[in-house]
């Protein structure tokens, strides 16, 4: 039986030209930094440019993960017995459910909550940000655990403004801001203006095997190269993984449209059936909210694996898939139809 592994954008297989760029790239030692603070390794150097570039920041950082990225830019901005205003839904406060605040930074947390657009709510950000001892806000666009969902340009305006208010700089995990920036028809640069600091991936629907780029003032950067080596983020010959990076930002963004497409034909198959709520899809995330059912989300994860198909739970209620290069329209075709004779052969035990 063939599977359609739609798990996680994560998944991407490098493209030939990324191979051969790994191959004829050159390199340095990107741990040993000259007196500009840069990297001696040229295609790292390039990377950091064009990530820049691209995201209309002054200076960039190349990182190993998009976690590694978040964590030195939070330790960054912060020191022990701070404060952060985050939504409790943050993969930055969700991942490996250990929370590197408190347990690695010292750092409160401070909540806002998020609007039934699944968008941070102004007023609560605000409060959030106005707290004693809140010195970083953060926000995520693309929105994970939220299912692929985007903070319009309008609201991270109102949000980069609310926090400027109260003297709180903006980090913004933006994993997947390409995928943010196309469903909303604007520019990932204009959605980067409205955050001081911006995480993106170039390893997920990018198609790069590795890689996180943390983008902000050159000043901050260059702070952040410290923090970097501290926390064991320094890697040597690393033109060898920025140089298929490269490639990823020449070629990849171009083509999310393709995931976009195959996700919303994908949400449109999966949706009716009876105690299955589909999350608007925006972006290349599908997720299903199983509440309805008798059945928790690890268990459709389980069971799905017999019937060809590989999705992820996020939690006990939410189901997600995931479109990215190499899951074809055809494996869209696949998933719909196999989804729905599983939910016919379960039926029994779901109602
Ligand atoms: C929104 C978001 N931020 C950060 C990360 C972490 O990226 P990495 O897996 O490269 O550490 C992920 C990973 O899925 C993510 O979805």
């Known amino acids: ?90 993969h930055i406060v969700m991942m490996e459910k250990s929370p590197f605040m408190d347990r690695f930074g010292g750092l409160k947390k401070v909540d806002y909550r ?14 959030a940000c106005a707290a004693p001892g809140v010195r970083l806000a953060c926000i995520e666009n693309t929105h994970n655990f939220a299912g692929g969902t985007c903070t319009s340009l309008d609201r991270a305006e109102e949000l980069h403004s609310a926090a400027k208010a109260k003297g709180i700089p903006v980090h913004l995990d933006g994993a997947r801001i390409f995928n943010a920036a ?24 990018l198609g790069a095997p590795v890689g996180s780029l943390l983008c902000g003032p050159k ?42 497409e195959n996700a919303r034909l994908l949400g449109q198959g999966l949706s009716g059936f009876p105690g299955i709520a589909l999350v608007p899809v925006q972006t290349n995330i599908v997720m ?4 309805g059912t008798k059945k928790t989300a690890p268990w459709y994860e389980r069971e799905l694996v017999s019937y060809g198909i590989l999705c992820k739970a996020m939690g006990d209620e939410h189901l997600r898939f995931t479109t990215y290069r190499g899951v074809t329209a055809g494996d869209i075709e696949t998933a719909v139809s196999v989804f729905g004779k ?9 109602i």
């Open 288 to 291: 299903l909210n199983v509440k």
């Open 1 to 90: 039986m063939s599977m359609v592994d739609l798990r996680s954008d994560t998944l991407t297989q490098p493209t030939r030209a990324m191979r051969e760029a790994a191959f004829k790239a050159p390199v340095g030692d990107d741990g040993r930094t000259n007196a500009d603070g840069r990297g001696e390794d040229p295609t790292v150097n390039r990377l950091e440019d064009m990530a820049a570039e691209i995201i209309g920041k002054e200076a960039g950082l190349f990182f190993p993960t998009g976690t590694l990225a978040n964590v030195a830019s939070v330790l960054t901005h912060c020191r022990r017995g701070d404060s952060v205003a985050c939504d409790p839904d943050l």
């Open 114 to 127: 998020r609007d039934s657009a699944e968008m941070p709510e102004t007023a609560s950000f605000a409060a």
């Open 219 to 260: 000043e901050f950067i260059r702070e952040a190269r410290d923090t970097r080596k501290l926390l064991g983020g320094v890697m040597r010959q690393a033109g060898m993984i920025a140089a298929p990076g490269l490639v990823a930002l020449e070629q990849g963004i171009r083509r999310l449209s393709e995931d976009h």
């Open 182 to 205: 196309l469903s909303l028809g604007v520019t990932a640069e204009a959605l980067a203006a409205c955050a001081d600091t911006v995480q993106f991936c170039i390893s997920k629907g």
């Open 342 to 350: 599983f939910m016919q052969e379960k039926e029994a035990e779901l």
